[in-house]
């Protein structure tokens, strides 16, 4: 089926909202991303929320507290406040046990409106399936639409998951189905997964729209490789090849170990000049254990040229991305993949896998290379071939810097502003 007739156009219109409830319950905005529960929706939720309230739109983001020291209410930027909700136990808690919490977090969420005059918040926009539910329970008590971002999908997860990783279990389904049931828009980050959410999820056509996310393009910039280098102790002739995200078997950063010894033994004049940085922290389950990556590296015996560097900021981390030769991105699933945008926007190709939202955020041939499978002798073949190449590497670094500008937050946010109008206009209808 073409997306023509999948994905329902927004139509702009005056109803745009002056106060949206931002739902974010398993991970803050204020977080880390690339370690624990942190990662892209954690960039994606405070972009936005920034963007929106630069065109007048006072955001609120719930998230549930995780320490003590938390202080209830954090004013993230001029006009977006992050409201921490105490919720179980002030830790970090896998996601699992999250679910467990949702009442006491949604108690939570209706206290904080019914301090204020009735009519407070015009929408509800919920990220994750799990702020799906709160978003559902607020809107059906506030009279108000609930817009709803899945980000990433159990059904599609699961049919590509990596060895030994732990399946997402049948509960986890059945909660995302109730979401799409009762959302009056869903908002799908490519067009691939505007036709998941209606081929597996069965939602109808006309509630399903496409909003692209974007990339900060002026914090991550094209700048000079030998200055990013010098600041990370990197020399200028060395041969870097970059993982950046959470260290989870579904981000597969083990491919990038496996393929790196393959090239080393085909290309051995490359040892003296090789380096292999995984930057970030370690998340998720399954095996193998993301603990046994340094491991992994010496039993490949190629420990002596990976890196394994902490979770950075994102001004170092654009730094790391001028650094690298390329970025590689071998996830199985990415409903998006914003570190791919972020390091085209940088002027480093990306060789990513060939799934999800990675085929929307690469350009095949002319911002990066996408592989299809996840055999690391296919990725070390396409890593070599690059390395080895200068010619071919300036030519994508070009283009990955003309992809990347496609896809600013300043779009994101507008595109979205029109589908909060389109939201709040359906309702107003269906309530007539």
């Known amino acids: 089926m073409g997306m023509r007739t999948v994905v329902a156009d927004v139509m702009p219109g005056p109803h745009r909202p002056r106060r949206v409830a931002m739902l974010s319950v398993h991970t803050s905005p204020l977080d880390q991303p690339g370690a624990g529960n942190a990662g892209g929706m954690n960039v994606y939720v405070v972009e936005l929320a920034r963007r929106l309230a630069v065109r007048g739109v006072e955001v609120d983001v719930f998230t549930r507290a995780t320490s003590s020291d938390q202080p209830p209410v954090v004013e993230e930027s001029p006009g977006v406040t992050v409201r921490?909700?105490?919720?179980?136990?002030?830790?970090?808690?896998?996601?699992?046990?999250?679910?467990?919490?949702?009442?006491?977090?949604?108690?939570?969420?209706?206290?904080a409106e019914a301090r204020h005059e009735p009519g407070w918040y015009d929408l509800v926009h919920s990220h994750y399936w799990l702020a799906g539910h709160v978003g559902w329970l607020a809107t059906m008590r506030?009279?108000?639409?609930?817009?709803?971002?899945?980000?990433?999908?159990?059904?599609?997860?699961?049919?590509?998951l990596a060895e030994g990783d732990t399946p997402e279990p049948r509960e986890r389904e059945l909660g995302e189905e109730q979401v799409v049931a009762a959302a009056d828009l869903l908002v799908a980050n490519t067009e691939d997964e505007a036709a998941e959410l209606v081929a597996l999820y069965g939602a109808p056509p006309e509630r399903v729209t496409t909003v692209l996310p974007g990339v900060d393009l002026g914090l991550f910039t094209p700048g000079s490789p030998a200055r990013a280098r010098s600041r990370l102790g990197l020399r200028s002739d060395d041969v870097v090849l970059l993982f950046a995200g959470r260290i989870q078997p579904l981000k597969a950063p083990d491919i990038l170990l496996r393929a790196a010894a393959m090239l080393l033994s085909a290309a051995p004049g490359l040892r003296d000049r090789m380096v292999v940085v995984v930057v970030g922290g370690r998340s998720g389950g399954g095996r193998p254990p993301e603990a046994d990556l340094p491991a992994l590296a010496r039993g490949l015996g190629i420990a002596d040229v990976v890196r394994f560097e902490p979770?950075?900021?994102?001004?170092?981390?654009?730094?790391?991305?001028?650094a690298a030769d390329l970025t590689v991105v071998p996830s199985y699933n990415e409903s998006f993949g914003l570190v791919a945008l972020e390091s085209q926007a940088c002027g480093t190709p990306v060789v990513a896998a060939g799934v999800g939202g990675l085929r929307t955020a690469v350009a095949d041939g002319d911002s990066g290379v996408l592989v299809d499978g996840h055999d690391p002798a296919d990725w070390a073949r396409v890593l070599g071939a690059l390395v080895t190449d200068p010619r071919r590497l300036h030519g994508l670094s070009r283009g990955a810097v003309s992809h990347a500008a496609r896809f600013g937050w300043d779009v994101t946010a507008a595109r979205m502003l029109d589908v909060y109008a389109r939201a709040i206009q359906r309702r107003q209808m269906v309530t007539a």
């Not at 699992?96 to 939570?108: D, N």
């Not at 506030?142 to 049919?159: D, E, F, Q």
């Open 84 to 111: 921490h909700i105490a919720a179980g136990p002030y830790e970090l808690l896998p996601t699992a046990e999250v679910p467990a919490q949702l009442c006491a977090f949604t108690a939570g969420v209706l206290r």
């Open 142 to 160: 506030w009279g108000v639409p609930l817009v709803h971002s899945m980000h990433t999908m159990s059904k599609v997860k699961n049919a590509a």
């Open 311 to 322: 979770p950075v900021g994102q001004d170092a981390l654009a730094d790391w991305y001028r």
